[in-house]
């Protein structure tokens, strides 16, 4: 798989992203390999992480198939928002796709809805356990 086709996705990234991407990987079935890492990420704990973050990938499943409810249409993307970053998953084939890896803040509508989110949540569990 050329790493240059993957040139102009990591071309509009950096362009909308600037210095919060953090990075990205680029799997197929049998070989992963890194498209590009920020200095500050391309830690060896990183690193010794990879073939399992990678095979994960490789494993994820749309939480709703379009074979099972085609009114939403065919799966573009899956979103993961951590505590410090972004994680965009781009699945290209059945077993290769790209994930993209962005600073927190470039998401942050999306973070504080989703911590509002998780407040509501947090109050709402606490208040089942009588601690409210």
């Known amino acids: 798989m050329p790493e240059n086709r993957y040139q ?3 071309q509009l990234v950096h362009n909308r992203a600037g210095d919060s991407f953090r990075g990205s990987v680029r799997y197929d079935a ?3 390999s890194v498209l590009y890492l920020r200095d500050d ?5 990183l690193r010794d992480s990879m073939p399992s973050i990678v095979e994960r990938a490789r494993e994820a499943e749309p939480i709703v198939p379009q074979s099972t409810y085609d009114t939403l249409g065919e799966t573009q993307a899956t ?6 970053a972004a994680l965009l998953h781009f699945r ?7 994930i993209v890896s962005l600073d927190r803040d470039v998401a942050q509508g999306l973070g504080q809805f989703v911590n509002g989110c998780n ?4 109050k709402q569990t606490s208040s089942d356990d ?3």
Request: glycine letters at 6%; charged letters at 30%.
């Open 8 to 10: 102009p996705l990591l």
């Open 92 to 98: 290209e084939t059945p077993t290769s796709g790209v």
């Open 79 to 84: 979103v993961e928002l951590h505590d410090h």
């Open 30 to 32: 049998d070989e992963w």
């Open 130 to 132: 009588g601690n409210d």
């Open 41 to 45: 990420v391309a830690t060896e704990r």
């Open 119 to 122: 407040a509501v949540l947090e």
